[in-house]
């Protein structure tokens, strides 16, 4: 009880300590002796969470745009003043694989990691001691929903900024296309007829119910078993379902000019891409990663070996540019393991500076915005962040001497020392606007960054440790990933659970699962909000109902 009088909790964006008093019968000691530790205990976490939200708010982060309240969105992931959080593993695993390979003699070789230069060559390159204050010039576009939906606008209004009712009916259209050929070459379905758009709105809708109600099939909607939902399963038959379900199509036919793996989804990624930019606009503050899509841990832990050998394996990877005021995914990327070409995933992960691909792809629509971009190992590198100044985008990235691209970097910044360090003790050298920073905190972790200044410092409170100093750059880039963490570990309760075996249609429900987020994202910063205040759980639900058609959501724009 006493190690929760020390902790606190985030609600909304509001900071309400928590404490929990113990009421005792002291045979022996006075009940005043207690009171003045339980009121230091007190004073102390009020002033530790209330420098916590005073930093957490200069970095203009959003404290719970896509959670709900409650217990479960409460905790500021960052700060940790309430215990431990999973804001630190995206760095921490870096950290982990460089001491691994120390530990084992693996790691860099003696001259550095492959690329880095020696002291006298890095002071020939212009890497020095000798720090200067930069500035990032203000930020050149507005932030926010590009367009105002009404108080009334539904969960459906908000999904079909997204996915409109055009591209649904290009998927009755292909679909039925599809059909029609399939029969024509192995024979007549008799139990097949052209499917319709409601009923197309319906198939997507009972697909998407596996996102709310966990199953381990979409069809176990109609057994008599423990997931069926009766509510839903009299709108269509589960036959009508398996036909559908059988022939669906995006794009039914590859046309002559179309030679890349995702044929039969990248029409409807591109119009998807175009929806994100034109429905809203990032803040300043970016990050490029690859989102948490694994399979659901439950589901793993329950299931047989029988069942795992039949889940094939993901033949593609997913990267996302992502607003880190909101959660809002902006633009997708997806590579294809057997993709061709030296862009293929295969060759990405044998080569990091190829990595660079992936964010100029993603970053293409930023050029000359004075956006700040943070990035994980595999993408950080000298010439990559170089390129991107030269474009007006910033960046702020982790460092790895055995997973980033290290070409150019001073090798004595890239080595661990053997003399004992400090909690928060760093160094930092720079060339021209960039700075190299390496600090330790129970581990050395570098960063590279033209986005902040290094003489400016900054600080990471925790709880208990209290406030261990670092550069400026140091914390954003850990306050904002840790934002984007607290995103993953929300999203992974609301990925649609249907799992098929062709990668083209989990790549399919994959992003349907982001639209949807994204759509409750606007929701939340719209005027319907404050009408109904949904949680992501109820938003679920309503579209679900919604698309099925089972409540009016006549169109409100």
């Not at 966990?214 to 057994?223: D, K, T, Y």
């Not at 591109?270 to 948490?292: M, N």
């Not at 400090?422 to 960063?447: D, H």
Request: glycine fraction near 6%; proline fraction near 5%.
């Amino acid at each position: 009880e006493r190690e929760r009088e020390r902790e606190g909790r985030w609600v909304g964006r509001r900071c309400v300590p928590v404490f929990f008093f113990v009421i005792s019968f002291p045979c022996v000691a006075s009940p005043l002796a207690s009171v003045e530790p339980m009121a230091e205990c007190g004073r102390k976490a009020l002033s530790l969470l209330e420098a916590a939200r005073s930093r957490y708010e200069s970095l203009q982060i959003s404290d719970d745009v896509f959670g709900e309240s409650g217990d479960d969105s409460s905790e500021n992931p960052f700060y940790s003043t309430s215990g431990d959080s999973n804001s630190d593993n995206y760095a921490s695993e870096s950290n982990a694989d460089e001491q691994r390979a120390g530990d084992s003699g693996g790691g860099c070789p003696p001259g550095g990691p492959p690329g880095s230069v020696s002291n006298t060559q890095a002071e020939e390159e212009g890497w020095s001691d000798v720090l200067r204050d930069i500035t990032v010039p203000p930020y050149k576009d507005t932030y926010g929903p590009a367009q105002k939906m009404p108080a009334t606008a539904s969960a459906m209004d908000f999904f079909q900024l997204f996915v409109p009712d055009n591209a649904i009916q290009n998927m009755v259209t292909q679909t039925n296309m599809y059909a029609k050929k399939y029969q024509e070459r192995f024979g007549s379905d008799e139990g097949w007829c052209n499917v319709t758009l409601s009923e197309m709105k319906a198939f997507l809708g009972y697909v998407t119910s596996t996102s709310i109600h966990r199953c381990e099939s979409v069809l176990s909607i109609w057994s008599s078993g423990f997931f069926s939902n009766k509510s839903i399963a009299l709108i269509m038959t589960q036959a009508r379902f398996e036909k559908i379900l059988k022939y669906f199509h995006i794009v039914a036919f590859r046309s002559s000019h179309s030679g890349q793996g995702l044929y039969k989804i990248q029409p409807f990624l591109d119009s998807l891409q175009q929806s994100f930019g034109c429905t809203f606009r990032p803040s300043q503050t970016q990050v490029l990663h690859e989102p948490l899509i694994d399979e659901d841990p439950v589901f793993i832990a329950t299931c047989t070996e029988r069942e795992l050998r039949k889940r094939k394996k993901r033949k593609f990877s997913l990267w996302v540019r992502q607003c880190t005021a909101t959660g809002f995914i902006c633009q997708i990327y997806v590579h294809l393991k057997e993709g061709p070409g030296p862009d293929g995933l295969d060759t990405l992960k044998n080569k990091p500076q190829l990595h660079s691909l992936v964010a100029k792809q993603l970053c293409q629509n930023l050029s000359g915005k004075n956006a700040i971009i943070f990035t994980g190992p595999s993408i950080t590198s000298l010439n990559l962040f170089e390129e991107f100044e030269k474009q007006d985008i910033y960046c702020c990235g982790l460092l790895s001497s055995r997973k980033s691209d290290c070409t150019g970097l001073p090798q004595s910044m890239l080595a661990n020392t053997e003399l004992p360090q400090r909690r928060g003790q760093y160094q930092t050298k720079m060339k021209r606007n960039m700075s190299l920073i390496c600090w330790y905190n129970k581990g050395n972790f570098r960063f590279l960054s033209n986005a902040y200044s290094p003489s400016k410092q900054g600080v990471i409170i925790k709880r208990k440790s209290g406030e261990i100093p670092c550069p400026l750059a140091v914390e954003a880039f850990a306050a904002h990933l840790s934002y984007i963490c607290k995103y993953d570990d929300k999203y992974s309760k609301y990925f649609i659970f249907h799992k098929p075996n062709k990668t083209w249609q989990q790549v399919f429900w994959l992003t349907i699962s982001i639209a949807i987020n994204n759509a409750y994202i606007l929701y939340k910063m719209s005027d319907a909000y404050h009408m109904k205040r949904y949680s992501r759980a109820q938003f679920g639900e309503r579209l679900v109902r919604e698309l099925l058609g089972l409540e009016d959501c006549s169109p409100t724009r």
